[in-house]
């Protein structure tokens, strides 16, 4: 493979500086310094004037002001044009009644999604596949999830993921499988034997000194 074939297939890396853009989008010039301070949630679509994405968005707006309410934005892509954009959000107002308040990017020459990872050849060469991807405040990538073509992405559970991370941060714990705000979270294991035989007296929910709880 030659050195622009491995670029167009690099992919980013969870924990490293997202990569960097400026594109046109349906708002104007954006660029990733934009969301300096906010968390940003970065999805792409395989085309416009499609059944599967047209559900998508609706869901994303529809939960637009939750995502705002976590001090996190919304931005769109697809390798369509910024005039095919425009038409698809006046259709979804016009014909499903739903307002698409966030930036969609013009992507034609596919740097974007290509910087992203998002082109992979076994689903199709010239559309983005369904990528999902959380930076965070400081512009590193926090997590990215992909979905094949045919099947469309559940939007609650990117806005629960996303508080799962700010608490996260702000607490250093982690959070089981399906957490929501006012469970219990994970405490770290201990990091060494000595640490290990006081675990059961430190006040926590203890399944094991492995394996503890406690409520935020």
């Excluded at 491995?6 to 960097?20: D, S």
């Excluded at 708002?27 to 990733?32: A, F, Y």
């Excluded at 310094?33 to 949630?41: A, F």
């Excluded at 910087?115 to 050849?121: C, D, F, S």
Aim: aromatic residues 12%; negative net charge; hydrophobic residues 40%.
């Amino acid at each position: 493979m030659d050195t622009q074939s491995q670029a167009q297939f690099a992919m980013p890396r969870i924990n490293e500086p997202a990569p960097a853009f400026e594109a046109r989008t349906t708002h104007g010039v954006k660029s990733l310094q934009d969301y300096r301070g906010k968390w940003l949630v970065l999805f792409s679509h395989p085309a416009d004037f499609t059944p599967v994405c047209t559900t998508e968005f609706m869901a994303f707006a529809k939960h637009y002001d939750d995502f705002q309410a976590v001090n996190t934005e919304l931005l769109g892509l697809s390798i369509d044009s910024y005039y095919s954009h425009v038409a698809w959000v006046r259709n979804i107002k016009e014909r499903f009644g739903v307002d698409i308040q966030f930036p969609i990017i013009e992507d034609l020459s596919m740097k974007v999604a290509k910087a992203y990872g998002m082109i992979h050849p076994g689903a199709a060469d010239t559309s983005a596949v369904r990528a999902t991807f959380i930076i965070d405040p400081e512009g590193v990538l926090r997590a990215m999830v992909y979905y094949p073509m045919t099947n469309g992405r559940s939007i609650p559970e990117f806005l629960r993921l996303i508080k799962a991370l700010q608490a996260s941060d702000t607490h250093k714990i982690a959070t089981p499988e399906g957490w929501q705000p006012g469970e219990k979270v994970i405490v770290p294991p201990p990091g060494d034997m000595e640490a290990a035989e006081k675990r059961a007296d430190e006040g926590y929910e203890c399944t094991d000194w492995y394996f503890c709880k406690k409520a935020l």
